[in-house]
T-cell receptor, first 115, second 115 residues
């Protein structure tokens, strides 16, 4: 079956540095990808998404890069702040014709920001 | 704030009991999906409700059931609770059943502990 996974389970960065969180997906038919941030005890919070017809998308301090050739997704956080400390999930929404397309999540990467 | 509200926030049940979790979707969203998130894992799709009918199901047994009401709110029912059902149960709402291209908002979840 399809799977969405992450290369690193934990990531520690100094405050002010840039963070890069990576994700690999296996379904070449996937056409939509989302990054979520989940703080302790809370639900996933939408950060940014990207369609498969794009390679890059930027938001406020965040950039998502999509490499369809190697089925790799990354989230870049600029000038990482203590408030960015959380678990980050990538999720994949495979194309399934006219039916529903539930999100497939990876296990997550825990980002710790060192002050 | 995502506009998706869930109740209760925390509850403890005994093995073999039944539980009902509730979700109010974001205004204008007619689709509700439920996910189970075990500790240290990414959310796993349980099922989706659209127009008051189940519209897709993940790999969960029949003792996981649900309802959607005319106002698009939803319930998740779990019968014959098992210890492994202990998890965070997340509700997500979207304007259509398809994930692709839709921003999917999650509630804060209901923490279920089965003892």
């Amino acid at each position: 079956g399809e799977s969405v996974g992450l290369h690193l389970p934990t990531l520690s960065v100094q405050e002010g540095d840039n963070s890069i969180i990576n994700c690999a997906y296996s379904n070449s038919a996937s056409d939509y990808f989302i990054w979520y941030k989940q703080e302790s005890g809370k639900g996933p919070q939408f950060i940014i998404d990207i369609r498969s017809n794009m390679d890059k998308r930027q938001g406020q301090r965040v950039t998502v890069l999509l490499n369809k050739t190697v089925k790799h997704l990354s989230l870049q956080i600029a000038a990482t702040q203590p408030g960015d400390s959380a678990v980050y999930f990538c999720a994949d929404a495979p194309v399934q014709g006219s039916g529903n397309t539930p999100l497939v999540f990876g296990k997550g990467t825990r980002l710790s920001v060192i002050a | 704030e995502t506009g998706v509200t869930q109740s209760p926030t925390h509850l403890i049940k005994t093995r073999g009991q039944q539980v009902t979790l509730r979700c109010s979707s974001q205004s204008g969203h007619n689709t509700v999906s439920w996910y189970q998130q075990a500790l240290g894992q990414g959310p796993q799709f349980i099922f989706q409700y659209y127009r008051e009918e189940e519209n897709g199901r993940g790999n969960f047994p029949p003792r996981f059931s649900g309802l959607q009401f005319p106002n698009y709110s939803s319930e998740l029912n779990v019968n014959a609770l098992e210890l492994d059902d202990s998890a965070l149960y997340l509700c997500a709402s979207s304007p259509t059943p398809k994930s692709s291209g839709n921003t999917i908002y999650f509630g804060e979840g209901s923490w279920l502990t089965v003892v």
